[in-house]
């Protein structure tokens, strides 16, 4: 593992799930529900078993069936840049990164996860293991070879998990952008992680309502309770309107994938060169915790540590997210 730390003079630990309570509990004084770590998913069907994947018009149809939503950029012969974004939101979220891409040559791609966006709301599947295998099906439908995968929060979970299932035989490259990897919540071999109790909160609002709880996400992760902040209403009005297209079901389900999820071994099957950027106050996805600590299980991951990110960082700080990147594809 390399590490690059622009700012090694700032304080880049966050503690526990201090941060992240902010945005869950804290912020908006939730009485923490029950654990949610008995909850399961419905099973995936098998009615549609065995079919390929296929891209009609702008969705791509999965092996159970699934609609998936794609919007493809740039030149098709460019080389591939596949994004996978976080939750709640949609694949616009990546639209900075992927126009100016695209305009540097490269064949950008984004759908929209299961139960999220565009994208049909099955009712189940809502799960790390269903999001890689649609990403597969992406990947599968549009014949995407030596593709750069860039993965944000849920999205970074998203990217390693597809690797870890389906191998790197399509994958050149690797990004993780505020990722959730290796895990968010406290276990016994993650004691400084986020308690459980921070998502049951996040659970019992969502569940409550969610509109206000979208409206409220956007200040902690933006980073706009921060001095000095330029708020953008029109970012906020962007997440929250990318948040409500979802369903209320995949979205509540979601948020087990992407505290519970156990990916040690996922990290370490991705092979191929990783960068890892993070910024040193994301105040939702804690940095010692997670993107130090997947940069350490990475065969060949580099820590990028972002002076000042938020969790939304490619949209607060894009420009400097999309020289990163354009630098890490190139070389």
Not at 76 to 88: A, I, L, N
Request: proline share 5%; net charge neutral; hydrophobic share 40%.
């Amino acid at each position: 593992m390399t590490i690059q730390d622009s700012h090694p003079s700032r304080r880049t630990v966050l503690s526990g799930g201090a941060a992240l309570a902010v945005a869950g509990s804290g912020l908006l004084g939730v009485t923490a529900g029950p654990a949610a770590a008995a909850e399961k998913t419905a099973p995936r069907p098998d009615q549609t078993k065995g079919t390929k994947p296929m891209l009609q018009g702008s969705h791509v149809t999965t092996k159970d069936g699934v609609q998936i939503h794609v919007k493809q950029w740039g030149p098709q012969t460019g080389q591939p840049v596949v994004f996978s974004h976080g939750w709640p939101l949609t694949g616009d979220a990546f639209e900075d990164q992927m126009m100016f891409l695209a305009q540097h040559g490269y064949r950008t791609i984004a759908h929209d996860r299961r139960g999220h966006g565009r994208s049909s709301q099955p009712g189940f599947g809502n799960d790390l293991d269903h999001y890689a295998d649609d990403l597969a099906a992406v990947t599968e439908a549009l014949d995407l070879k030596n593709a750069v995968h860039v993965g944000h929060s849920t999205g970074g979970g998203e990217v390693a998990r597809y690797i870890g299932r389906h191998g790197v035989s399509r994958v050149a490259k690797a990004v993780l952008i505020g990722a959730i990897t290796p895990i968010m919540v406290k276990t016994a071999w993650n004691p400084d992680g986020v308690p459980m109790e921070v998502f049951d909160g996040i659970r019992a609002s969502v569940k409550a309502d969610r509109s206000q709880f979208f409206k409220d996400l956007t200040i902690p992760f933006y980073g706009y309770n921060r001095p000095g902040a330029k708020v953008s209403q029109g970012v906020i009005d962007s997440f929250w309107l990318q948040g409500m297209m979802g369903g209320l079901q995949a979205e509540y389900e979601c948020i087990k994938a992407f505290s519970e999820t156990d990916q040690r071994d996922d990290l370490k099957k991705m092979i191929v060169p990783t960068l890892v950027l993070h910024g040193d106050d994301d105040q939702v996805v804690p940095l010692a915790t997670t993107g130090k600590a997947a940069a350490a299980m990475l065969p060949k991951g580099t820590l990028k540590v972002i002076p000042g990110g938020s969790h939304g960082m490619c949209t607060t700080q894009k420009d400097l997210i999309n020289e990163e990147l354009l630098a890490f594809i190139r070389a």
